[in-house]
């Protein structure tokens, strides 16, 4: 029979899991070094967390931006984009 003191507790548990995020992390830096991370492991390591700009807030961003004429090839896709 096993006793409950002897088993781990919740807060060392994560304690031990964080450290090998963090282990992991500290490899991966490593040129060349290929590490693998669960979903779980990806997901404390901040690999899912989504910080890109919406489309709305990129348009904004873009206006009062000059256009360079000596760029006429690219200035027909600006045109397109914007009038999208």
Do not use: C, H
């Not at 995020?21 to 060349?32: H, M, S």
């Not at 990806?42 to 009062?64: H, L, N, P, Y």
Request: hydrophobic content about 45%.
């Amino acid at each position: 029979m096993t006793d409950a003191s002897t088993l781990p507790t919740e807060e060392a548990i994560r304690a031990f899991e964080y450290d090998i995020v963090r282990r992991k992390l500290i490899d991966a830096e490593t040129p060349g070094a290929i590490v693998e991370f669960d979903p779980d492991e990806a997901e404390q390591a901040g690999a899912f967390v989504e910080d890109a700009m919406s489309e709305a807030d990129a348009r904004e961003a873009e206006e009062g931006l000059p256009i360079e004429p000596e760029a006429p090839a690219k200035l027909s896709l600006f045109a397109a984009a914007r009038n999208a």
